[in-house]
C-alpha cells in the first residue's frame, strides 16, 4: 500500500497522509513529479505505457509519479526514474521548469495533482532504458516539432495533459531563445 500526503487547495500540507487509490477516490490534493528527458538533439522521450494500466497504449511523459508520504520531490524523481526506466537520475543535469495544476477524471479515479515538472537533459541511448514496473511498454524520441504538432492538433495519442503540455511548450520556447 502506498501512502500520499495531503495538501489543502493552496498547496500546503495539510498534515494529513491517505493511501493512493483512496487519495484519487475522493479526489484529494496530492503532488506528484514529471520528468522530461530531452536529449542534445533537443528530442524528447515519450513513453507509450502498457495496456493493462490506465490509459493503456498511449503516449505519456517520459516518467512521472506520486511523491509518498514524507518524501520530497526530488527523491521521488530519482525513485520514479529507476522505477520507470531503469536509469540513475544525475541531479546535475536536472531542471526544474514550472508547477502546474491536474485535474480531471476517468472511471472513478480522480485526478487533483500538483506536479513538479522537471527537465532532464542526458543522451541516453533507447536500449539503456529497462522497464521494471510494467507501466511502460516502450520508449522512444520524438523531435519537438512532432510534439508540438501533436499537442496543437490534440492527438489522440497523447494523454489528456494538455494544459501541461502547453506549459511544457512555453518553458522550453524560452530556453530555446537563450
Request: proline residues 2%; aromatic residues 10%.
Amino acid at each position: 500500500m502506498e501512502f500520499i500526503d495531503i495538501y489543502d487547495e493552496l498547496g500546503q500540507k495539510s498534515g494529513k497522509r491517505e493511501e493512493k487509490e483512496e487519495a484519487h477516490r475522493k479526489a484529494l490534493v496530492h503532488r506528484g513529479v514529471c520528468v522530461w528527458i530531452m536529449n542534445s538533439k533537443w528530442e524528447l522521450l515519450m513513453q507509450t505505457r502498457s495496456g493493462h494500466v490506465m490509459f493503456p497504449d498511449m503516449l505519456d511523459i517520459s516518467f512521472s509519479g506520486h511523491v509518498q508520504a514524507g518524501e520530497a520531490p526530488l527523491e521521488a524523481v530519482m525513485r520514479e526514474g529507476r522505477e520507470e526506466l531503469g536509469i540513475n537520475i544525475d541531479v546535475s543535469k536536472l531542471q526544474y521548469l514550472f508547477s502546474c495544476r491536474e485535474y480531471g477524471g476517468i472511471d472513478g479515479y480522480l485526478e487533483n495533482e500538483i506536479d513538479d515538472v522537471f527537465l532532464y537533459r542526458a543522451d541516453i541511448p533507447i536500449d539503456e532504458y529497462s522497464f521494471c514496473d510494467n507501466e511502460v511498454r516502450e520508449v522512444r524520441y520524438i523531435s519537438l516539432d512532432e510534439f508540438k504538432t501533436m499537442v496543437e492538433s490534440n492527438s489522440h495519442l497523447l494523454l489528456p495533459y494538455e494544459t501541461h503540455y502547453r506549459f511544457l511548450m512555453i518553458a522550453l520556447g524560452s530556453r530555446l531563445m537563450q
